[in-house]
């Protein structure tokens, strides 16, 4: 069962290159994003790396100078390749990048037909790994492609068609509660341990903020009224010239993985910011919720909540930071989450470009506050 | 009392420039510093505007200029100089901001003879917003003295002379408890709600950590092992070349207030960023407490904790971030706090270099985590 | 025959992108560079715009876009995509972009049926234009193939096989001279008035400076003695960590169009700043020639000089600048030489990746002192 | 004769700080610029280490701290203080620094009663390096004054108060003619050899061009039509939004070292880079002289030019390269002028800030082509 997942996940990644062009592979739009060959590669370089080298005996590993160019931040494998030169790595050719995957495959089905639970465990995270790269390639060429005059669309599939329900307050009790992932599943290390908070109660929005909604912010001068931001976030308004949320065209047009088209207004808005996801809530009187909260409501209310937590990401109050007892894993694996919890923000659910089944309410994902090309939006609290 | 009061900050704002040459009144060291001139300024600035201006009839506010240049952040007053060019502010001269500040105190004097309540409070609020600018005003001249191949001293009176005692460690029982002020007496808005908190057990140390207990961190390599550091952190040590806390000169000596002077062994370490404190908290096996941890082992042990807690601002693990049920105060005067709870890290405690009476339990500072200009040390938590 | 010529020019730009992978087309390796494809698309832009557009009844103009995108600096013709961002544009693919230039080559060939001179001048300058990028993309894919780990080889047929000839110093009489264009042929805008310059008696070597007497000037200290550098230069050194020409690696090999491979001591040392052979000619106790006297010897002395001054381009000690009574073309062809006539500095001759037939003796070539991706070696003058 | 100019030239770099507040002391407005203070230092600094120190026995040399603070660029006296820090050194206080400047004084008086030669020279170098100091200093403080919200006021007699006369076009002769300094007077290497030059017949403008001359200018869209301009000059008015020369307010007024004030329309332009004064002379017609053509015409008109070369210094369309043959002075000395010689162009007269008898025909003044902030008018040619 986990060769099956493997083939589907290792294939699906390589679909999603199928409508690119040969020179959209070379594309990073900026230091943040990585060209989809490059996670094409990284994310083989991962099983190479942590899978077959340590655990196939006589397992040739890949060319140190490949090593080099597809780690992405394990400082415990070694020096980079410097994230924002990516784009400049028009070598190996995206044929050579395919035909090592298929070696990497090949060595993980036979490593796979009678696997050590280690072996297991690491595959399970190199699965999960990719997944979150799946992701990561499409919000990438989302951001590569809305910066060219001639606006490429990705493909008309692949875009969000979902609109926003009614609003309704669905109330939560406080008191001690616990938040952390439980049970048997796969989970990364940041969710655990499981432990427990302390909430007053609360009251959570059934449905994510609108595209209509946040324009009626706009239109109350919310971009240009300093006292509803964050000083940080007010400084980045002024001076990135922010006036909507990222691909917000024109009156009522927006760039997407379809092109440029017309924005539905009651579609859930997206693509903004943790300050602009702030300054909205407090326009409105409400707030963002914290991740316990978040985590809390999704026991309770889990029916009404869970159709819109696998549309968009949802920004919290929480900044990312480790759970009560947490312990990164041993070696070079235990970089994957850990080092990244200071100055950045959790967000909670999922979204429509999440692979299905990546999802879980204990998730969490983090980006900085200032990031906007994740597939975010916003559901309040109060 | 209040007028007692008045006299005495103000009084003491003015003795903190007597050690300086004139020119070192321009100095300002980097944007994040201020000129001592400026600090003169800007704490009139507060009183003129926020107290004389809307409260004494017929009060001739300051000149629009002067207003726009010691206006530090408050967007409802209006457009300000910017503030990594206060440096170029030789105009007014010091003894045009020595009158101002003279005219402004014979008009708060003539004000508290018969205050309303409102001016009470904004009084109060301008007395502690001045406090602060004394200790900014210290952290300023360090920064733009040691940049400075003279080395001048400020005062051979202004340096820390205490040591760490031995390391204790105080048991800490978990639970629901409260933090945030409470009673009567002077607090910052960010200080409350007071609100209820679940904990688990901890301990803390009783002592912050010395610079021999530093020191060992460094020989061991602290700073080349990345596996140490937070990743956003690790990127700094590179960038900037940090290889030791910010003043540390040669093996043995550090720059002070007093000037380069020998270093103390077992004086307690500090102007160390929050990485640096994290890491070393992460090589000794130990962690930052959180504030509501740090909070409540004051009320367990106020005695063996408090003094300590006069030497060093001590970082904690917790972002800086509102209270539950948080609400900035009306209208201008709302900016001082609330608009900086993003990026940044809660500091408890107080510094040698705080005014005396300033400090309180409940007192949350906060900078950035990559900032070590403040007087900034740490206390291990495990 | 100007249809030969035409035929053959455009045949050969499509040749150069021969041995490149799909996402070489991609790649720019700095802002002063461009992709390949984006070459091919610049090209064919010029004869769009500027002779099928004006000349041609009823020609279709490419897309405004395809224009934003392929301009490079013209104002005259509008907006442009700004330069350091040309490796963002994956689109249009470069199918598409060689079937434009089919379109654009069949307009051509129609328009050449039965020419007005104004179009066979255009024609001609467009040639000499696409010329000029063919050797630009040699240059950039070499720059953007020695900035990748795996270090790419363009072609081991691209590479250069001279070496340097016994040095000669040629004696060159002075008086009254005259430089510049004469006679019928193309020549750019820059060339001509030809003009009278007084020169006192002077001294050219025969040869280009080889790689191994460079070699002595780097172990005599010659990166690290200021005294032999323009402060402009020195800075950069300092910098920049210069140490040696663009493209030499290790001890004894260097990278090329052919890839990595061993420096020959006896070929001419090549990619090096107008402050690096500056400094070396001062080192030497000798110094650039002008540009007047550059050409007043190839007046001389054609013969000896012939051979060398098509293997590099050679640093004069002229700023570029214009020659008395120079006027630039009307409308937006102006633009192409006349508007870059400050901060930069002549060389003249030509190099091994210049078309052949392109070179002239009146020919300026110009650069920022700075530049070392142009094929630039030096020839000394006393 | 040269003590009592020794002493004339250091009492007035002493009478040019009566007017400034002691905080003006340390202005350093931009990285280009210089405090009072710093020059004050420097020029002693230059007599301490290239006249006291080799040619005084016993001379006690100044603190290596302080020559490295007052260092400007002589790499071979050692390392310095990076020149846009200036505005960081405080200390050494004003009072230290005169203190200084009188015990060099003092030094230089005794060496100077029996004086060999060398040291002749070296004193006259010192002094004309003093004077082109004092005309810095005016220009830093202008700089640092336009920077000030409240537009402080140098001095009421610091002005320039002349108009421009008649335009005349003097007729100049060509053909075979020398410039360069020549005779027993002091000047700098850079004003020699003496050489032969060229020139075609050309006419010279017997006046500078107006403030009301180049008002038409930009009321015909000077600074918004391309064409105008040279790339780089065009490139820095969209980035710099440059509109006007650089001390205009308004639409009649000016900043100057007398303050804000009426600007008045027969008064010379001034203030302008290289590239304005190009682009005016390209929009009028005509163009700006070369240096030899400037230095010819007089000696030609030399009473009908003398006037007007008192008042501004006047751009040239000659890159300042070294004179044939050229050498720079043996030692430290020779850094002076001759690594320069890149990337800047020649500006040619003096203006109403040179200290009277600096001035001299051959003179050679440099500027990089976008400085704006010397003395700086035009004069054209055709």
């Given at each position: 069962m986990l060769l099956d997942e493997l083939r589907e996940v290792r294939r699906r990644s390589e679909a999603l290159i199928a409508p690119l062009e040969p020179e959209?592979?070379?594309?990073?739009?900026?230091?943040?994003?990585?060209?989809?060959?490059?996670?094409?590669?990284h994310t083989?370089?991962?099983?190479?790396?942590?899978?077959?080298q340590p655990h196939t005996e006589g397992f040739e590993a890949c060319d140190p100078l490949w090593s080099y160019q597809f780690n992405s931040y394990y400082e415990a494998v070694g020096a980079r390749h410097p994230r924002p030169?990516?784009?400049?790595?028009?070598?190996?050719?995206?044929?050579?990048?395919?035909?090592?995957?298929q070696k990497v495959d090949e060595g993980l089905e036979d490593l796979l037909q009678n696997?050590?639970?280690?072996?297991?465990?690491?595959?399970?995270?190199?699965?999960?790994?990719?997944?979150?790269?799946?992701?990561?390639?499409?919000?990438?060429?989302?951001?590569?492609?809305?910066?060219?005059?001639?606006?490429?669309?990705?493909?008309a599939h692949a875009e969000l068609t979902v609109q926003v329900g009614p609003e309704d307050w669905l109330p939560c009790t406080g008191g001690l509660t616990e938040i952390g992932h439980t049970g048997e599943g796969f989970?990364?290390?940041?969710?655990?341990?499981?432990?427990?908070?302390?909430?007053?109660?609360?009251?959570?929005?059934?449905?994510?903020?609108?595209?209509t909604a946040f324009a009626e912010f706009i239109a109350d001068g919310g971009y240009e009224r300093a006292e509803l931001w964050m000083s940080e976030g007010w400084a980045l308004v002024q001076q990135n010239?922010?006036?909507?949320?990222?691909?917000?065209r024109g009156d009522d047009e927006e760039f997407t993985l379809a092109g440029r088209?017309?924005?539905?207004?009651?579609?859930?808005?997206?693509?903004?910011?943790?300050f602009e996801a702030d300054a909205y809530a407090r326009w409105c009187g409400a707030r963002l919720p914290n991740e316990a909260e978040w985590e809390h409501a999704?026991?309770?209310?889990?029916?009404?909540?869970?159709?819109?937590?696998?549309?968009?990401?949802?920004?919290?109050?929480?900044?990312?930071?480790?759970?009560?007892?947490?312990?990164?894993?041993?070696?070079?694996?235990?970089?994957?989450?850990?080092?990244?919890?200071?100055?950045?923000?959790?967000?909670?659910?999922?979204?429509?470009?999440?692979?299905?089944?990546?999802?879980?309410?204990?998730?969490?994902?983090?980006?900085?506050?200032?990031?906007?090309?994740?597939?975010?939006?916003?559901?309040?609290?109060?």
């Open positions: 959209d592979l070379m594309l990073q739009g900026m230091a943040d994003a990585s060209p989809p060959k490059w996670h094409l590669g083989t370089w991962f099983f190479d790396t942590f899978v077959l030169q990516r784009g400049l790595l028009s070598r190996p050719a995206i044929h050579e990048v395919l035909a090592w995957r696997p050590p639970p280690e072996v297991t465990s690491l595959v399970e995270l190199g699965l999960n790994h990719e997944q979150q790269h799946q992701e990561l390639l499409l919000m990438d060429v989302l951001d590569g492609f809305h910066r060219q005059p001639l606006e490429p669309a990705y493909s989970h990364f290390d940041n969710e655990v341990p499981r432990h427990r908070v302390w909430l007053e109660p609360f009251e959570l929005s059934s449905s994510l903020v609108s595209n010239h922010w006036q909507a949320p990222r691909y917000w088209r017309q924005r539905d207004p009651q579609a859930p808005v997206r693509h903004l910011s943790w999704c026991g309770l209310h889990g029916n009404a909540l869970q159709h819109a937590n696998r549309v968009l990401w949802q920004w919290t109050s929480s900044a990312y930071s480790p759970y009560p007892g947490f312990r990164p894993a041993a070696g070079a694996i235990g970089e994957y989450n850990g080092k990244f919890m200071s100055s950045q923000m959790v967000l909670r659910g999922s979204s429509w470009l999440t692979p299905v089944g990546h999802e879980r309410t204990s998730y969490r994902n983090f980006f900085p506050p200032s990031s906007r090309w994740m597939a975010a939006g916003l559901r309040l609290a109060r």
